[in-house]
């Protein structure tokens, strides 16, 4: 099994640019949840789902954009790149409430606005 | 709602030495509690999980921790820590109801040979 892959590893983006990050899981887990990481902040959870066709915000939403048509997939979409959002970017899925069965994470995405 | 903390930003030991990496959370009820690291450029790996029952929960990598209730800890521990234990470590809590863990700041662990 390949886990949680997320693609691209590293993106330089201008201001104002768009760009989506994608994520996928082949564990059939309903849980998916996208974080930040910034330098001595830990991880903030931008946005989660619990299913497919289900999402909601998280603590840092703004900026972001999601949605989830298929159990596999949960990409993060940014719609107009700003520097406050260069940081690292980790995908991570769950069987069943991350509370319960703790999170499978991806490698991350490594983003640069400038 | 809950919350995680982890006092130490950095924590350095000589190899072979034991390790303990604090966290204190605060929630009403039990909580879910995790240890989590991360390797330079990866993403984070689970080390143990605590939801009820025995309070010294056992992990991967050799790692243990102790659940203590009236010091609203988690405290992470290692007998002896080898060079390949540099990492960042995190404390997550979650509590019932709540379907995703809070994550702490983390912990810098750094290794002297």
């Known amino acids: 099994n390949a886990g949680v892959t997320q693609t691209p590893k590293f993106q330089v983006l201008k201001t104002g640019q768009s760009m989506t990050l994608q994520c996928a899981q082949d564990?059939?887990?309903?849980?998916m949840s996208w974080y930040r990481q910034d330098p001595g902040m830990g991880l903030r959870l931008i946005h989660y789902?619990?299913?497919?066709?289900?999402?909601d915000q998280g603590e840092v939403p703004n900026g972001y954009n999601v949605s989830r048509s298929t159990t596999e997939d949960f990409p993060l979409r940014l719609l107009s790149a700003a520097p406050s959002q260069t940081s690292v970017y980790f995908c991570?899925?769950?069987f069943g409430q991350g509370v319960t069965y703790g999170y499978t994470f991806g490698s991350g995405t490594r983003l640069t606005v400038v | 709602a809950q919350s995680v903390t982890q006092p130490d930003i950095h924590i350095t030991v000589s190899e072979g030495a034991s390790l303990e990496l604090r966290c204190n959370y605060s929630?009403?009820?039990?909580?879910?509690l995790f240890w989590y690291v991360q390797s330079p450029g990866q993403g984070l790996q689970l080390l143990l999980k605590?939801?009820?029952?025995?309070?010294l929960v056992q992990g991967i990598k050799g790692f243990e921790a102790e659940f203590k209730r009236s010091q609203s800890s988690f405290n992470l521990r290692k007998p002896s820590v080898h060079w390949s234990d540099a990492a960042e470590y995190f404390c997550?809590?979650?509590?019932?109801?709540?379907?995703?863990?809070?994550f702490g700041r983390g912990t810098s662990l750094i290794v002297h040979p």
């Open positions: 991570a899925s769950s």
């Open positions: 564990m059939n887990h309903e849980y």
């Open positions: 789902s619990v299913g497919a066709g289900i999402t």
């Open positions: 929630y009403g009820a039990t909580p879910y």
């Open positions: 605590y939801f009820s029952g025995d309070t």
């Open positions: 997550a809590v979650g509590a019932g109801g709540s379907y995703i863990p809070t």
